[in-house]
């Protein structure tokens, strides 16, 4: 079929966010952020006042959980990260939300969706897979960065140990943990910036067709 599909992997920050946002409007392509369908349980948690860690109410909000209503610029306030982490090693909120996003990426014309587990869980025939890295002080600087922009502050420091912390758990889960698929490109970004990034995205989806 025509249809195109590119799976886009790695840790916090490390730039596979712009890097999907970027593939997808150069192919035509729908994108899910599926970082912000864990994002959107743990926000919907902490409003009811609920805890993070009951599997049973947690894959109630994951069902409950509507795709196409996820709020970006509130879902990636960076405490809600943390909280995301706590909720995606449960493996009925992961289930929930997989059977969700495995919808998104079957309809025509395909799709780019990022997170920790496309290459290897969500899409495994991917047509495309791409493992993004970056230094964790890369990735802290980039976070530092966009946070002072937005015109918040925050602490480098605490940065850095957030996103240490979340490698930790997202690596170390035993359902789905954050690791390259065996046939995914890995790119390194640490001395990259994202059009260079871009462009060489392009060659290896370019190469497939
Ligand atoms: O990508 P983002 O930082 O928004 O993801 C928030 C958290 O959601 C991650 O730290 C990870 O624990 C979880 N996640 C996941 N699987 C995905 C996407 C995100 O476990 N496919």
């Known amino acids: 079929s025509g249809k195109l599909t590119i799976a886009i992997d790695g840790p916090a920050a490390s730039g596979k966010g712009t890097l999907a946002r970027r593939l997808a409007a150069h192919y035509g392509l729908r994108h899910l952020d599926t970082g912000l369908t864990y994002r959107g349980v743990a926000r919907a948690l902490i409003e009811a006042g609920q805890p993070l860690d009951d599997e049973a109410i947690a894959e109630r909000a994951a069902r ?13 306030e960076h405490g809600i990260g943390e909280a995301a982490s706590k909720v995606a090693v449960m493996p009925n909120v992961r ?28 899409c495994p025939d991917a047509d495309v897979k791409l493992y ?25 420091t605490e940065i850095l140990a957030d996103i240490e ?9 035993a359902d789905s943990p954050l690791r390259p698929a065996d046939d995914a490109h890995l790119l390194d ?17 370019d190469a497939t067709r």
Request: proline share 2%; aromatic share 4%.
């Open 64 to 76: 409950a959980l509507d795709l196409g209503a996820l709020d970006r610029a509130v879902l990636s």
């Open 95 to 122: 289930r929930a939300l997989v059977d969700k996003q495995r919808a998104f990426a079957s309809a025509p014309p395909g799709a780019v969706l990022d997170g920790r587990d496309i290459g290897t869980v969500v």
């Open 132 to 156: 993004v890295i970056a230094s964790a002080e890369v990735r802290a600087t980039r976070r530092w960065r966009e946070i002072e922009a937005g015109g918040g502050s925050a602490a480098y």
């Open 165 to 173: 912390r979340r490698d930790a758990r997202d690596m170390g889960r």
């Open 189 to 205: 970004t640490s001395e990259m910036d994202i059009e260079t990034a871009f462009l060489a995205a392009c060659r290896l989806v």
